[in-house]
């Protein structure tokens, strides 16, 4: 029996939570093992408790089983499973990880660098062009973007990242064989060659209210960090921003105007702590550190008017640099060495880091 059939019939025992199958799982060097024996003999082994062993004897229906593998058989979908070597990492870390993800597409391991981009289904320009912007430039320091295929700032969030050639996965509230809102076809068809689109509910699962907050935290739980573009106070969206504070990951908000319904939610985060997003750099400058894979960097077409100790400070810059290491790499004192770097920065050269750290600008 593989890990596959073994977790589609652990997540079809009634009342086996994911907790539960974690805790189960975890007395078993080999989770097939789990079947190969009756549910009373590992009570009395000690290797379940009470409500485990009437768990698995309530059992499991083959049937629906079968099923699911023939669909798996006979198309492009996929399984992964908790089990598996290649299961995201950082959805891995939260409390009630999914313990099967259905798969249409890909998932890579720079996936690891992502950020989820999340709102209301009905953005104002203000949220549209801000949500293209910010995915845009995510998008050029490879980052993937992780969001919802809701109607919305989820669906302006796919297709910016699409259109600027980064990867996307959709996480989605139903099965992985309905395209839910219906008019999002072609982006799902768009997303499958640019990321996937995933989802923990079996086939055939209508996109019903209750499985999209189960949803959220899949989304929040892919990603580095959640941007909220817009939202309402008790917003989908919101919610989403407290998954990822429960998961210890960063939560961004785009502030809006104080009378405006669609900004009660964004400010509101932002009142409460969120970073609030300005440009990219304060988002950047919150997951560098995180990131698996770094930014390549990109030759800076410098300005004519650069001077000899501006450019000596940049020949300095490989990577990011403490600025005492910068005056010592470059035998100048610190006030000379601070001032340049201002200098730098006002001309878009070089950014700022916490504790003095300094980077060249990447375009």
């Known amino acids: 029996m593989g890990h596959v059939e073994t977790a589609l019939k652990l997540v079809s025992i009634k009342g086996m939570g994911c907790r539960k199958i974690l805790k189960l799982s975890a007395q078993f060097s080999d989770i097939n093992e789990i079947f190969e024996t009756i ?10 408790d009470a409500q485990q062993k009437k768990d698995l004897e309530t059992g499991y229906d083959p049937k629906i089983i079968d099923d699911i593998l023939a669909v798996l058989s006979k198309s492009h979908f996929k399984i992964l499973t908790i089990f598996d070597d290649d299961y995201p990492e950082l959805l891995k870390k939260i409390y009630d990880p999914p ?147 429960d998961q210890n990951r960063e939560v961004f908000a785009v502030p809006g105007r104080i009378f405006d319904k669609k900004s009660e939610g964004t400010n509101h985060l932002i009142q409460k702590g969120a970073k609030m997003v300005t440009d990219i750099d304060s988002i950047l400058e919150e997951i560098d550190v995180r990131r698996r894979y770094y930014r390549r960097e990109k030759q800076v077409e410098l300005p004519l008017d650069i001077s000899q100790v501006e450019r000596k400070i940049l020949d300095i810059l490989n990577g990011s640099v403490h600025v005492d290491d910068i005056a010592e790499k470059g035998d100048m004192n610190i006030s000379e060495v601070l001032s340049t770097l201002l200098t730098l920065e006002i001309k878009g050269l070089v950014r700022q880091f916490p504790g003095k750290m300094f980077a060249k600008m990447e375009y």
């Open 99 to 245: 313990i099967v993800l259905y798969l249409n597409g890909d998932l890579v391991p720079e996936d690891y660098d992502a950020i989820s981009v999340v709102g209301t289904r009905q953005p104002s320009a203000y949220g549209k062009n801000v949500t293209e912007k910010i995915v845009r430039e995510l998008c050029e320091n490879n980052i993937a973007i992780i969001s919802g295929m809701a109607r919305g700032v989820d669906t302006e969030a796919h297709r910016a990242a699409l259109k600027y050639g980064g990867r996307t996965i959709a996480v989605l509230g139903n099965g992985i064989d309905i395209v839910y809102p219906a008019e999002n076809r072609n982006l799902r068809n768009q997303i499958i060659q640019q990321g996937c689109c995933c989802s923990e509910f079996p086939f055939g699962t209508p996109p019903n209210a209750p499985n999209f907050p189960r949803r959220n935290r899949i989304i929040s739980g892919l990603s580095l960090g959640t941007i909220v573009v817009e939202a309402g106070r008790k917003s989908g969206a919101v919610l989403t921003a407290y998954n990822a504070l």
């Open 39 to 48: 549910p009373t003999e590992l009570y009395h082994q000690k290797r379940i």
